[in-house]
């Protein structure tokens, strides 16, 4: 399991963001959202995420730049996902689905993304 932290860009706002590849799916606070196309959905899922039970009844469309790299991909909109480990409040939390769908890795050693898998056309048989 890794984790890397850093900043993302949806329609050109900076959005502090954690890679978590311990997360199975992609969450995003409201003021992301907001930015983005959302829609409401009939029956609320849960999911625990920091030792806390969390309710969403809302996904969104996430489109965001990642070191110059454009992503597409599925969110739930919950109210808080909460701090890192120095207390900067965590707006997306960019889970293991998407990195894989968008080829991304993590290199926890070095703190960054490694982007040499992420798809620069996709080939669907």
């Not at 502090?16 to 606070?29: P, Q, S």
């Not at 899922?45 to 309710?55: L, M, P």
Request: aromatic content about 8%; proline content about 4%.
């Amino acid at each position: 399991m890794g984790r890397i932290r850093q900043m993302i860009k949806v329609n050109g706002r900076e959005c502090w963001t954690l890679f978590d590849t311990g997360a199975r799916n992609t969450y995003i606070v409201p003021s992301v959202s907001s930015l983005l196309i959302t829609s409401k959905i009939k029956k609320p899922f849960r999911t625990a995420i920091g030792g806390e039970v969390k309710e969403t009844t809302e996904t969104a469309l996430l489109e965001a730049e990642i070191e110059g790299r454009r992503i597409s991909t599925h969110a739930m909109v919950i109210d808080e996902i909460g701090n890192d480990e120095e207390g900067t409040p965590i707006e997306i939390l960019f889970g293991a689905l998407a990195m894989q769908q968008w080829g991304i890795r993590l290199i926890p050693e070095q703190e960054k993304l490694d982007l040499s898998h992420y798809p620069e056309e996709f080939v669907e048989f």
